[in-house]
Nanobody, 125 residues
């Protein structure tokens, strides 16, 4: 059974840095891209960033210039850091895995095979 254990998030201030950590179990992560999505009430879930098993990174326009990622294939983990947080970054953030064979679409929630439980991130002064 696939399990994605998430940590990070909470109440942040504008300009802060956010670190989100995800550990995968119950699957062979080498066969998957792993990434983060986010969702606000009334809007569709959107991809933030994902990393293929060979390290290829895909990221959303809204985090370009603000994002650092680290995928550890030995530990089956993905860490992302978003700098210079904005109130518009407020959302529930979800870790997710999608098949490596469709890595070019790993930011598309349609291709996700498993989701984490979600962690709330609130950016407010």
């Amino acid at each position: 059974q696939v399990h994605l254990e998430e940590s990070g998030g909470g109440l942040m201030q504008p300009g802060d840095s956010l670190r989100l950590f995800c550990e995968a179990s119950g699957l062979i992560l080498d066969n998957f891209a792993i990434g983060w999505f986010r969702q606000v009430p009334g809007k569709e879930r959107e991809g933030v960033a994902c990393v293929g098993s060979r390290g290829k990174l895909f990221k959303a326009e809204f985090v370009k210039g603000r994002l650092t990622t680290s995928r550890d294939n030995a530990k089956d983990t993905l860490t992302i850091e978003i700098n210079n947080l904005k109130p518009t970054d407020t959302a529930v953030y979800y870790c997710a895995v999608s098949p490596q064979i469709s890595v070019d679409r790993c930011l598309n929630p349609t291709y996700v095979q498993a989701w984490g439980q979600g962690t709330q991130v609130t950016v407010s002064s």
